[in-house]
C-alpha cells in the first residue's frame, strides 16, 4: 500500500491548558467541530453570493473571520469547551476551526495556556542545528 504525501499521523496538535477554574462564559476556547469546516471558510468568498470585491470579511494580515453573514452554518456548530479544573487541557487538531469567547462573563480570572505548534519535519531539524553550530563557532 502506498503511503498518502500528506500524513495526517505528522500533522501537529494545538493545546490549551486550564491556570484557573474555567468554563463556559468566561472567554473560553470554543471549536467548531467539523473536519472540513476550514475548507468551507476559505471557499466561501468563491460562491456566486459574494460580491468579486468582498472576501468574507478577510483583511490582510488577519486572522480569518468566521461571521454570521458568511458563514452562519458553521456558527450553529459552534460549541464552548466544558468546565475546566486547574492543570486540565484539551487538545484539537491543527485543522480544527477554533475561537476564543469574546467576552469575559465570569466572577474570576480565566488563565490559561495556549501551545500552537508547527510540525518540524527532520529537514528543518537538520538546517536549525546547522545553523546553531555555526552560530557557536563564531561567537
Known sequence: MERSRRDVRRRAYQGWTALTRQGMGDGTLQLIPIANAMVYILLRALQDDVPETDLCGAEPARALKVSPEWH???LDARTSIPTMELGDAVFWH???????KDQHNGKGYSN???RGTAEKPAQVR?????????????S
Open 72 to 74: 452562519a452554518p458553521l
Open 94 to 100: 491543527s485543522d480544527v476551526t477554533y475561537a476564543v
Open 126 to 138: 537538520r538546517l536549525l542545528l546547522k545553523s546553531d553550530k555555526r552560530r557557536v563557532r563564531t
Open 112 to 114: 490559561v495556556i495556549y
